[in-house]
């Protein structure tokens, strides 16, 4: 960690939570009822690993409402790690951080543990390509316990083939953003600006210096559709999978080891 302080990367996760909840203003009623699904599986004491976990929002939110409970915060860009664990530390010994490329060959030999109790995501699967996301799965069938839960919160689209569906999940997108008073456009405005202010924050630099050298940006839209995600859960091993929560194409996809 850097010597800024707490309140320094306390700023930058609370912004970073301001600009994600301009591509998704129900983000805290999605992180809740996520929660609610882990409480009703799970139970309040459990061990979970939290993917592509950017700056921490979510595990802390874990941690906070289930005081037993401990989290595994992955993500392979070094910027996003830095600021959450400015922010998190290691939340009195329950937060792990850890540095690892999720769907890249070998990426679970890094975990510091081999069985977790769930595993989540939040807005982060859709930056994996269809064959890295085949392999994640493959992979958390064999990380989660029998009964264990995935929950993944994110843009999960309809079959774009469909003629009927087709446009439709951008279209609504669009005017629920519109109805939360949330201009075209300024979403990604506001994802623009919270990285071009941190790569000015010198307390960043050597994060930035490594995220250049791993290309850890955001990749093109990959566009796996939900259809296509459960096929791969069940390959994986899931044995249920069921959308518990949505509003139009954004989803959490629950599934049962
Ligand atoms: C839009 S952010 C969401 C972060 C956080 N889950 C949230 O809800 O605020 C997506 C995150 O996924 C991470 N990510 C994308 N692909 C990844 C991969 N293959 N391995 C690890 N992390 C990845 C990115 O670095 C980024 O931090």
């Known amino acids: 960690m850097t010597a800024a302080s707490r309140e320094h990367w306390n700023r930058w996760l609370a912004s970073w939570d301001r600009q994600q909840e301009a591509f998704n203003p129900t983000r805290e009623a999605r992180f809740t009822a996520m929660m609610d699904v882990l409480e009703s599986k799970v ?11 950017g700056p921490g929002s979510f595990s802390a939110r874990i941690l906070r ?19 959450g664990q400015g922010a998190l530390g290691t939340f009195g010994g329950r937060l792990r951080w850890v540095d690892a490329k999720l769907g ?4 679970t030999a890094v975990l510091p543990r081999r069985k977790f109790d769930a595993a989540v ?24 316990r029998p009964g264990g839960v995935f929950l993944n919160g ?15 999940g ?7 953003l519109r109805r939360h008073g949330i201009r075209p456009h300024a979403e ?3 994802w623009k600006e919270w990285w071009a202010g941190a790569r000015r924050d010198p307390a960043l630099r050597a994060a930035f210096a490594e995220h250049d050298r791993r290309a850890a940006g955001h990749p093109k839209d990959r566009e796996v559709t939900l259809a296509q995600h459960v096929r791969r859960l069940r390959a994986g091993g899931f044995r249920t999978t ?7 194409e954004n989803r959490v996809l629950y599934a049962v080891r």
Request: hydrophobic share 50%.
């Open 43 to 53: 139970g309040r004491r459990f061990t979970v690993l939290d993917l592509g976990a």
């Open 65 to 83: 409402r289930f005081p037993a409970a401990r989290s595994f915060a992955l993500d392979y860009d070094p910027v996003v790690r830095t600021v």
């Open 104 to 107: 890249a060959p070998g990426w």
């Open 121 to 144: 995501s939040t807005t982060a699967l859709h930056w994996l390509t269809p064959v890295q996301l085949s392999r994640l799965y493959w992979d958390l069938g064999r990380l989660l």
């Open 154 to 168: 994110d843009y999960l689209p309809w079959d774009r083939a469909d003629r009927d569906l087709a446009g439709l």
């Open 170 to 176: 951008r279209a609504t997108a669009r005017l629920y």
């Open 188 to 190: 990604w405005a506001g």
């Open 242 to 248: 069921a959308v518990v929560w949505q509003v139009f």
